[in-house]
């Protein structure tokens, strides 16, 4: 197992963990017309533009196993000005045969060091309600700070903000 900074030869192995692990993850909370469309080629089309828009202030980092990209982390400058918190982690996912394996933890832990070498000094997420994947924040010290109703397809959920006052 390997974490290192991603770079543009990564998209496709990040759109496909992208896609998979929406798919896994949101099964049952978000509709199956919405999870359907779906598509690698599209979820590509928008790392792309990440990519080509990336700024200093931002990290994506990758797992791989075996030669092939098991998960990423992406976050940078807060895109909250509601909340006093100067970082985002804006996605982590993870493919589901590695989930529970430390590799989320361990890539976490790889996103708080790049946030203190920009000297960020807090940071925040935002996770559906219903997402398995709150417990993994909560231990990893997240603070609940708040919520909000979104869209997503045709379902209506709540999204929880965590944040972490200190890193």
């Known amino acids: 197992m390997n974490i290192r900074l991603a770079s543009v030869r990564d998209i496709e192995g990040m759109a496909r963990v992208h896609v998979e692990s929406w798919k896994s993850t949101y099964n049952g909370i978000v509709s199956d017309s919405f999870l359907s469309?779906?598509?690698?080629?599209?979820?590509?089309?928008?790392?792309?533009?990440?990519?080509?828009?990336?700024?200093?202030?931002?990290?994506?980092?990758?797992v791989e196993d075996l030669g092939s990209i098991m998960g990423f982390v992406h976050g940078g400058k807060s895109r909250e000005p509601d909340f006093e918190?100067?970082?985002?982690?804006?996605?982590?996912?993870?493919?589901?045969?590695?989930?529970?394996?430390?590799?989320?933890?361990?890539?976490?832990?790889?996103?708080?060091?790049?946030?203190?070498?920009?000297?960020?000094?807090?940071?925040?997420?935002?996770?559906?309600?219903?997402?398995p994947s709150m417990e993994f924040y909560k231990k990893q010290?997240?603070?609940?700070?708040?919520?909000?109703?979104?869209?997503?397809?045709?379902?209506k959920l709540i999204e929880i903000a965590l944040g972490w006052k200190e890193i």
């Open 37 to 62: 469309n779906l598509t690698l080629e599209k979820r590509m089309k928008n790392w792309k533009v990440i990519f080509d828009n990336l700024t200093q202030d931002e990290a994506i980092y990758v």
């Open 85 to 131: 918190y100067d970082a985002e982690l804006y996605a982590i996912y993870l493919l589901k045969k590695v989930q529970r394996n430390g590799y989320g933890k361990l890539l976490f832990e790889r996103f708080i060091e790049a946030l203190k070498q920009r000297n960020y000094q807090s940071f925040m997420l935002w996770v559906l309600e219903d997402n």
């Open 141 to 155: 010290g997240g603070q609940y700070i708040g919520k909000k109703e979104i869209q997503i397809g045709e379902n």
